[in-house]
């Protein structure tokens, strides 16, 4: 895969792949860009989220195009594209984490629920409570197990002790990581493996009682057995949480999501059931990033 990319890299140099490149990028400036070609499983799903006509753009560049998506809850969306498509920049956008960046400008807008996630009065710390993020690089605290889980209470300012216990081992037990660490709840998290680490960064993501996780590449720093343990995890989380989870991976989004976006320099290309994006998209250019004719 990573020896594709370069290949890729590479190839945009050539003249050939230059003029196609600048044809898309031209078709994605438009007004009349293509529509984004959502199967109609989606509709048919209850949504938590909504994004109608969002666009974003870090200074000059526009890294969203007029996107139009809704996810659907208690499932697992994957977004899939090549890297720099905007996979992460529109995950962030769910709750607002972009806000931290200097010179951004939005259009449009995201539901979540009844609140415009973009609208004048919304708390923006209620809002990332509500949606959990995990990231590629997992950040535990340089404190113990029990603290990093529990963080979000003691945010809160809770101080019952029976109920720091019982929420702490809740969401270690819902990570899947209880019976790795229950006889070592006060010993420092950095003692933690990788895999271990990123499970406790979602036990303390769940410990905030969100409805949606949201996941920006969580297993790309993990062995295949650390990331078969996440794998098994997020499909435990299904059902409870609406995950959306951001993967280069396509095997990786093939096995754990419902439904997979594809995106491509910006723009939501296609949007479906995961196994008929895999199986038989509808176009081709869907076609050739699974087939891994570039990416
Ligand atoms: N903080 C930032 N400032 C300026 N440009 C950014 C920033 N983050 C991302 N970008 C740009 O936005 C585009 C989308 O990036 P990103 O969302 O990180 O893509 P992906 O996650 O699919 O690799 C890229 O062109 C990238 O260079
Ligand atoms: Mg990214």
Not at 15 to 27: L, N, Q
Request: hydrophobic residues 40%; aromatic residues 6%; charged residues 25%.
């Amino acid at each position: 895969m990573s020896m594709m990319m370069t290949q890729a890299a590479t190839e945009t140099r050539t003249p050939a792949t230059r003029s196609v490149h600048r044809e898309i990028m031209t078709m994605t400036e438009t007004e009349h860009q293509p529509a984004t070609d959502t199967h109609p499983e989606i509709d048919a799903e209850k949504h938590v989220l909504a994004v109608e006509h969002f666009r974003l753009s870090y200074g000059k560049t526009q890294a969203l195009h007029d996107i139009n998506l809704k996810i659907p809850q208690g499932k697992v969306t994957a977004l899939i594209g090549p890297s720099g498509c905007g996979k992460s920049t529109l995950l962030r956008s769910f709750n607002r984490l972009n806000d931290l960046i200097d010179n951004i400008r939005v259009q449009g807008n995201i539901r979540f629920g009844n609140v415009d996630i973009y609208g004048k009065n919304v708390d923006v710390i209620e809002l990332r409570k509500r949606m959990g993020m995990v990231f590629q690089k997992s950040n535990p605290f340089p404190t113990s197990i029990f603290e990093n889980v529990i963080y979000a209470l003691r945010i809160a300012g809770q101080r019952k002790r029976s109920t720091l216990d019982e929420v702490c081992d809740r969401s270690l037990k819902s990570a899947a990581l209880w019976d790795e660490v229950k006889d070592r709840l006060h010993t420092s998290a950095l003692g933690l493996s990788g895999g271990q680490q990123q499970r406790l960064c979602i036990a303390r993501a769940i410990a905030a009682d969100p409805e949606v996780l949201l996941m920006d590449e969580p297993c790309s720093a993990l062995d295949p057995i650390a990331t078969a343990k996440i794998e098994d995890l997020i499909h435990q989380l299904r059902g409870k949480y609406t995950v959306i989870i951001v993967t280069h991976n396509m095997q990786q989004a093939a096995r754990v999501s419902d439904y997979t976006a594809f995106m491509y320099l910006g723009r939501l290309v296609e949007y479906g059931p995961t196994k008929t994006i895999f199986v038989n998209p509808h176009l081709k250019e869907t076609e050739a990033y699974i087939t891994g004719r570039f990416g």
